[in-house]
């Protein structure tokens, strides 16, 4: 199982994601800065592992503060909290991450320093833990919905290096039913501009064996219109409390295909990706990415010099379009606001 990220006492080991296919390299981020950087600049990328990243970065910051009291290290966390919360603004998991902390910190604070160090360490570490587990739970659940053969269209990368490790969300998904014995096949997009289809999917399935195809993002609607595909599963960065989704750029596009030609398109994410604070993906903030991600493929100009360009890192897939939406704790279907709102109620958060 790849280990796409970890606590060590050297700092928070990650695998660069920008380096893959072509080089497996680990990097050791020894500050909280390090931290930040990567997932701003992509080194580590997909909600839940953004949320675990960020989580390990702020316990990094704690530890390594030179705060001798408890105000100033209070004065350093919180700091740290609003830099690492602008680092990539539309995976909620970061947000959630960040509270789970600052909870953490009120909970120790009476103890001292040594112990809110000690246990902002520990609360980082469970929801590491944590986030192993309910991907298991997603490939479970999820694998049972797919087709006992056929092909599986997945976009974006939504597998173990979007998470901590292990089974992933989507490929999570993919993983489960292949485990049950089902004869399954994958289509991968590329997914433009930014590859992670071709560099990270490909790479993972390939890696395990699974049976892959690579694809071009608009190749889709053609092997959907001549039935080569039975099922779509992506992962989220954000689900709206009516169940409206944002994921990677272009997801919104299969969506509609996949409407069109009656194929179901499945959601699969961690309950913490859903955020039931807002009413429709239409508040969902959309990062835009730096221009030069789609003027250029790695170091190779491909677009004239000096031509606007734009990335939206993220679409909104309406809650319409989507067949279930698959998490951990069971499996959400239209209609979303009552179903979300019952897998709220079906297990209490874990607390700090």
Same mark, same amino acid.
């Given at each position: #199982?790849?280990?796409?990220?970890?606590?060590?006492?050297?700092g928070v080991?990650?695998?660069?994601q920008?380096?893959?296919p072509a080089h497996?390299?680990?990097?050791t981020?020894?500050?909280?800065?390090?931290v930040?950087?990567?997932?701003r600049?992509?080194?580590?990328?997909?909600?839940?592992?953004i949320?675990?990243?960020?989580?390990?970065g702020?316990a990094? &910051?704690v530890?390594?503060?030179k705060?001798?009291?408890?105000?100033a290290?209070?004065q350093d966390?919180?700091?740290i909290?609003?830099?690492m919360?602008?680092t990539r603004?539309t995976?909620?998991?970061?947000?959630?991450?960040i509270?789970r #902390?600052?909870?953490?910190?009120?909970?120790a604070a009476s103890?001292?320093?040594d112990?809110?160090?000690k246990?902002l360490?520990?609360?980082?570490q469970?929801?590491?833990s944590?986030?192993l587990a309910?991907?298991a /739970?997603?490939a479970r659940h999820g &694998?049972a919905?797919?087709?006992a053969?056929?092909?599986?269209l997945?976009?974006?990368n939504a597998g173990?290096?979007a998470?901590a490790?292990?089974?992933?969300?989507?490929l &999570?998904?993919?993983?489960?039913?292949?485990?049950a014995?089902?004869k399954?096949?994958?289509?991968a997009?590329?997914t433009?501009?930014?590859?992670?289809? /071709?560099r990270?999917?490909?790479?993972e399935l390939q890696r395990?064996?699974?049976p892959t195809?690579l694809i071009?993002d608009?190749m889709?609607?053609?092997?959907?219109?001549? &039935?080569?595909?039975?099922s779509?599963v992506?992962? /989220?960065?954000?689900i /709206?409390?009516?169940?409206?989704t944002?994921?990677?750029i272009g997801?919104?596009?299969?969506a509609v295909?996949?409407h069109?030609?009656g194929?179901?398109f499945y959601?699969a994410?961690?309950?913490s990706?859903?955020d039931l604070?807002i009413?429709?993906g239409d508040?969902?903030?959309?990062e835009?990415r730096?221009?030069?991600?789609?003027?250029?493929?790695?170091?190779?100009?491909?677009a004239?010099?000096g031509l606007p360009a734009r990335?939206?890192a993220f679409d909104?897939t309406?809650?319409?379009l989507?067949t279930?939406?698959?998490?951990?704790?069971?499996?959400a279907?239209?209609?979303?606001p009552?179903?979300?709102?019952?897998?709220?109620?079906?297990?209490?958060p874990?607390?700090?």
């Amino acid at each position: #199982m790849i280990k796409t990220i970890e606590w060590t006492d050297a700092g928070v080991v990650l695998i660069d994601q920008l380096q893959l296919p072509a080089h497996e390299v680990y990097q050791t981020c020894k500050t909280w800065e390090e931290v930040a950087d990567a997932i701003r600049r992509m080194v580590i990328r997909g909600a839940p592992a953004i949320g675990v990243a960020a989580a390990m970065g702020v316990a990094l &910051g704690v530890k390594n503060s030179k705060a001798a009291g408890l105000p100033a290290l209070e004065q350093d966390f919180n700091h740290i909290c609003d830099a690492m919360s602008r680092t990539r603004p539309t995976a909620v998991n970061l947000f959630w991450a960040i509270e789970r #902390m600052r909870r953490a910190f009120a909970s120790a604070a009476s103890s001292g320093v040594d112990t809110v160090r000690k246990r902002l360490v520990e609360e980082a570490q469970q929801i590491y833990s944590e986030d192993l587990a309910q991907c298991a /739970a997603i490939a479970r659940h999820g &694998g049972a919905m797919l087709p006992a053969q056929g092909r599986v269209l997945t976009h974006c990368n939504a597998g173990a290096l979007a998470v901590a490790g292990g089974y992933g969300t989507a490929l &999570g998904v993919i993983r489960g039913a292949l485990e049950a014995g089902k004869k399954l096949e994958v289509f991968a997009t590329e997914t433009r501009p930014y590859l992670q289809g /071709a560099r990270l999917t490909a790479w993972e399935l390939q890696r395990d064996g699974i049976p892959t195809t690579l694809i071009t993002d608009n190749m889709v609607g053609h092997f959907l219109k001549r &039935g080569d595909i039975q099922s779509v599963v992506v992962g /989220a960065d954000r689900i /709206a409390s009516n169940g409206d989704t944002a994921n990677k750029i272009g997801t919104y596009t299969i969506a509609v295909l996949a409407h069109e030609h009656g194929v179901p398109f499945y959601v699969a994410a961690p309950f913490s990706s859903i955020d039931l604070s807002i009413p429709s993906g239409d508040t969902i903030p959309i990062e835009e990415r730096p221009v030069e991600e789609v003027t250029r493929i790695g170091s190779v100009q491909i677009a004239p010099e000096g031509l606007p360009a734009r990335h939206p890192a993220f679409d909104v897939t309406p809650a319409r379009l989507i067949t279930a939406i698959i998490t951990e704790r069971g499996v959400a279907r239209p209609p979303y606001p009552q179903s979300l709102k019952a897998l709220a109620e079906s297990a209490v958060p874990t607390s700090p």
